[in-house]
């Protein structure tokens, strides 16, 4: 089916569902972390969206995890990108949380992400990291009287898709499902990651604890992650035994590693996405 068809069913699905549709509240918010060091504990706070559906509730929780620009200059200038998915999702049910991590954007610092070395990083520990500033996010949820949290989702893109991973690993109470949307770490230029080794070791290490059932979306002309790796990092899953969903999707531009962001895309990934919920019992409909 081509891209063109799928546009036009995203289109006419979207009409008819438009009258179910919830209007959206959009805040922005900031969210406690206590982060552990040598000399003791910090207090920090990130910034954050909320987008919470009309009503009382409880809304399923989702939490939409954003990925790590190539240049270390480029991350005070993060901000929240997935603004029009968080609606999407928001409109049909979904407390949609989108938090930039520590040394992103306005969220405290410093930054704590870092794999150290090309030649051997610390891909395990890195993510685990961005674990933190994830589980942050799922601390709040459970704080507010109209989230559901016994059914909460992970969504992440890149090194936050990574993030979404490591966190999967430790099997956080309440969550039910994770989304990973060209997950990884290490790119440091066009088809070039730093021991990709490491990074397939590291998933492996990540799917060794993991419980909870996924849905994977790769581009098949990503140029951070690309199709060879990515089918190596699953095979990492699979020989876990962990319940991975994987679809492979058409290239898109020049990198298809923005897929996420395409705004055509989303008659692609939406239908996966729905399958995706609904086998977890949870809304769907996004279009």
Not at 12 to 41: N, W, Y
Not at 97 to 120: H, Q, T, V
Not at 271 to 278: C, E, K, N, R
Request: glycine fraction near 10%; proline fraction near 6%; hydrophobic fraction near 40%.
């Amino acid at each position: 089916m081509t891209l063109r068809r799928l546009t036009l069913i995203a289109a006419l699905l979207c009409s008819a569902l438009g009258a179910h549709a919830q209007s959206v509240a959009r805040r922005d918010i900031e969210i406690p972390m206590t982060v552990k060091g040598f000399f003791g504990e910090s207090h920090i706070k990130l910034a954050a969206t909320e987008y919470r559906p009309e009503g009382d509730g409880p809304f399923p929780v989702l939490v939409i995890n954003h990925g790590t620009p190539r240049s270390p200059a480029d991350f005070p200038k993060t901000q929240d990108r997935y603004a029009r998915q968080a609606e999407m999702f928001a409109k049909h049910g979904f407390l949609v949380i989108n938090p930039l991590r520590r040394g992103y954007g306005k969220s405290d610092g410093p930054w704590a992400e870092n794999y150290f070395s090309c030649a051997n990083p610390d891909y395990v520990q890195a993510g685990l990291e961005t674990a933190k500033d994830i589980s942050a996010a799922l601390d709040y949820a459970r704080t507010l009287p109209y989230a559901d949290v016994q059914h909460m989702v992970l969504l992440g893109k890149s090194a936050g898709g990574f993030g979404v991973l490591a966190l999967s690993s430790l099997n956080p109470e309440g969550v039910v499902g994770t989304i990973n949307f060209a997950g990884g770490r290490g790119s440091r230029g066009p088809d070039d990651v730093c021991n990709e080794a490491k990074l397939v070791d590291a998933f492996g290490r990540y799917a060794s604890t993991t419980k909870v059932p996924m849905l994977w979306v790769y581009s098949e002309n990503d140029h951070f992650f690309g199709s060879a790796l990515a089918k190596r990092l699953l095979e990492a899953y699979k020989a876990k035994g962990v319940d991975v969903r994987f679809e492979g999707v058409p290239p898109y531009g020049s990198d298809g590693h923005a897929f996420f962001e395409g705004r055509d895309n989303a008659a692609i990934w939406v239908p996966m996405v729905d399958q995706f919920l609904a086998k977890l019992g949870l809304p769907r409909h996004l279009q």
